[in-house]
């Protein structure tokens, strides 16, 4: 699954640190989210996109 | 840097240890029982302390695990699943190796053959082995009835 969170986290001028800390996450996982490791829950996935205030698929979209 | 929720798990996974060896040396120590002791108290008192030891190390690491984040946490399930399962498969080779006399064959007098060392071999052995494969299958089942 491909996904925007770098693009919409540099945007903001935002760190992995800061994106992790405003959604109670690990570092590292933002990391290997945003280079496609690792695909989210759906509960991180709806997070996330409220934290951006953008719908999912603006932000995940599948291969 | 490690960080805050890794730091405060890994808290908890060293309470748990420490927790543990407290308890079974704290036993020791009150009972004096020495490994030549082989009776009815020893045998109920250090199986009860054991108990209590894992009843509490589990405790603490269910805290640990709920400390971490999903992605470690998905990290510890995939480490647990493959890497415990790798390691049951790769154990029946040792299983093999020893029950048919390897140790025996390597160092001949340090390990005898007889047949009640080999029962206590496989006992030991299945225990192992026996008790996580029957929580895989009963956390399988517990998932099938609850997730329907």
Known sequence: MKNRLKVLRAERDWSQADL????????????????GKYDPSLPLAFRIARLFAMPIETIFQDD | MVERRTFTAWKYILAAWGGAAAILFGVRKLTGFSSADVGTDRVMIVTLATLVAIAWTYWMAALAFRRLDEFQQEAGKFAW??????????????????????????????????????????????LGIGCPMAGFIAMRLWWQATKR
Do not use: C
């Open chain 1, 20 to 35: 992790a800390e405003r959604l109670d996450v690990s570092r590292q996982s933002i990391n290997a989210i945003e280079t």
């Open chain 2, 81 to 126: 699943y493959w890497g415990g399962s790798l390691g049951i498969a790769v154990s029946a080779v040792g299983y093999m190796f020893i029950g048919q006399g390897g140790l025996h064959w390597l160092d001949p007098a340090h390990f005898g053959l007889g047949k009640e060392l080999f029962r206590a071999f496989q006992i030991g052995y299945l």
